[in-house]
């Protein structure tokens, strides 16, 4: 049974990108749905839908009803929309889909592995839409659906998405972090921070060619304890800055040689 | 008085992708010099250079004489060649300018702010290079030998470039090893990291866009404990990667929110 009408539950970053990427594409959205009537409209009205704020009002008649708000929210959204015809799925990366049980008889996961920004459009066509579902007919349903938005759709069960999950925190928020480190380093030094762009391209082309274990530099796997003494007493004016430079300079030494320390 | 004729003091990566970059942009290249008459000869072939292994065959003709070998090795070298005529300038991020006094009455820094691979030739044209002199002729000389190769002559004394470096300790080295971490949490499960690219590409396309500390997401930033404690029990045959969950994390909240913990 393909995909049709969607009811988008959530207005946040990602129902906002999904839900005008499905406009984009013509796939009717017949109802957005946010904890606030205002927020809902925003959405709403930029994508041709009903907004709603109250579960009644909930239209019965939706193929899919995409729900895309916070984590702990899920199971409360759940508890009052249930039981509903059409398919149940939520965004996250977190959330195991048998959350979804008692929802409806077909149910599953539609999780785009990007981060989304509110100050661009999303490109969704090169995006990994990891996809579950309870049955293989909703499998299919959902493949279709995603296959609507991107050409990348992978089957994947809630163990492996959550592990997906953990791996971009490392690869997504705490590179980010150490982003923000550097331009902090830099701007405490009045040197823009766009020197260092060349660098972090390099950085992310290099491991597309070679697995990042081996694609490794810098004073840590060479152990070279003369640039890491410097650096670490470079950074005594910050402490945290200091303790994490220690922490994975240590950790990349062991790793190429586990006496080093 | 215009850089025409250099010697290539070592022959490492960045000997090797400085050297075949100016052979081809015509630059006459007279020796290789290192340690091992092997590898002095691997790049200088290429190069059509002389190789050469002993101190006492450098061409003293040089308009500059660029030493790229490790920071340790640099003094050595001076206190065997010096005194010469030409320009000394060494590549280094992390080595002070005033390393090479006495080298010659005119000295500076070639500093190349960019990581290099033997799997692949560097375009040169976009890399900022940091330049520095013991005086203005000098000046002038060193960053119209870098426009040689380069669009982005940065002029950075001595302090802001060791600021640069360690920055670029956190912005390459360190998010190589979050890509590492990514990687391995992967491979345990039979996902091929490929997955992970695009989430990867646009974490960095953010940063062009805004400020990196507000760019920041995930849930350390939300202090989104559930989650937190989640990876942190995922994580339990990891040690380390679980250690240094827990710090970037405890950081990022609290970048946010001192009294998070």
Do not use: W
């Not at 499905?22 to 809902?40: D, E, N, Y």
């Not at 199971?75 to 990366?93: C, F, M, N, W």
């Not at 701007?187 to 766009?194: A, G």
């Amino acid at each position: 049974m393909p995909v049709n009408k969607i009811v988008l539950i959530g207005a946040g970053n990602v129902a906002t990108q999904i839900g005008k990427t499905l406009h984009r594409k013509g796939v009717k959205i017949l109802q957005v749905m946010s904890r606030t009537q205002k927020s809902a409209e925003n959405l709403a009205s930029m994508i041709g839908a009903e907004a709603i704020s109250d579960f009644s009002e909930i239209n019965r008649d939706a193929d899919l009803y995409l729900i895309s708000v916070t984590d702990d929210a899920i199971s409360e959204i759940i508890s009052k929309i249930s039981p509903l015809h059409g398919i149940v799925a939520h965004t996250s990366g977190a959330v195991e889909m048998d959350i979804l049980k008692g929802s409806s008889k077909k149910f599953g996961v539609f999780y785009p592995l990007q981060t989304f920004s509110k100050f661009k459009e999303t490109d969704f066509s090169s995006i990994p839409v990891c996809t579950e579902a309870s049955d293989d007919e909703t499998k299919l349903a959902l493949a279709d659906f995603a296959s609507k938005i991107s050409n990348d759709i992978r089957f994947i069960d809630s163990y492996q998405r959550s592990q997906i999950h953990l791996a971009a925190v490392f690869v997504n928020n705490f590179t980010n972090y150490m982003f923000a480190i550097g331009n902090k380093i830099l701007e405490k030094n009045n040197i823009p921070f766009d020197i260092l762009y060349p660098l972090i391209n390099e950085t992310v082309e290099k491991i597309k060619h070679q697995n990042p274990h081996q694609a490794q530099t810098g004073p840590a796997i060479r152990n070279d304890k003369k640039v890491i003494l410097k650096h670490i007493k470079m950074l005594q004016d910050e402490p945290e800055m200091q303790k994490l430079y220690q922490l994975i300079s240590e950790q990349i030494s062991k790793s190429v040689n586990p006496k080093n320390k």
